[in-house]
């Protein structure tokens, strides 16, 4: 069977237009972090939760930014191990009740909302008291 030059060109036109058309297709999946209800869903955890004792607390101020500075040993490691925390404002008395009582666990999110002195502090969602040591 011979070829024409029309049969040709058609079936050219239509390999391209298939070639072209694939990659402007659309897909029914919804965005990430959308239910279909406009809400939006966290897939990863916000919050960092710390188990330990707080060694050493102090306030710092920069202007109208005031944070809570926490030295923080994590349970199960040796006595030199500690940790800073920096949380955005004064220390609440959920906090300070905690603390006093011995190891605590603390839950706080996992990105900075503001900075105080140019230091990125989160936000205390939860101090809780697990007991006397």
Avoid: W
Avoid at 51 to 61: F, N, Q, S, Y
Avoid at 114 to 121: N, P
């Amino acid at each position: 069977m011979k070829s024409s030059p029309v049969r040709d060109f058609l079936f050219l036109a239509v390999l391209l237009a298939l070639t072209l058309g694939v990659g402007h297709c659309a897909t029914s999946a919804p965005k990430r972090g959308d239910n279909g209800l406009g809400a939006v869903i966290e897939y990863t955890n916000p919050l960092v939760y710390n188990l330990g004792i707080i060694k050493d607390a102090k306030i710092v101020r920069k202007d109208a930014h005031i944070g809570t500075s926490l030295m923080f040993q994590p349970y199960g490691t040796f006595t030199l191990y500690t940790e800073q925390v920096l949380l955005c404002g004064a220390p609440t008395d959920d906090l300070i009740d905690a603390a006093s009582k011995g190891p605590i666990v603390l839950a706080y999110k996992r990105q900075a909302r503001e900075s105080v002195d140019g230091i990125g502090c989160h936000e205390l969602k939860g101090a809780f008291s697990i007991g006397a040591q």
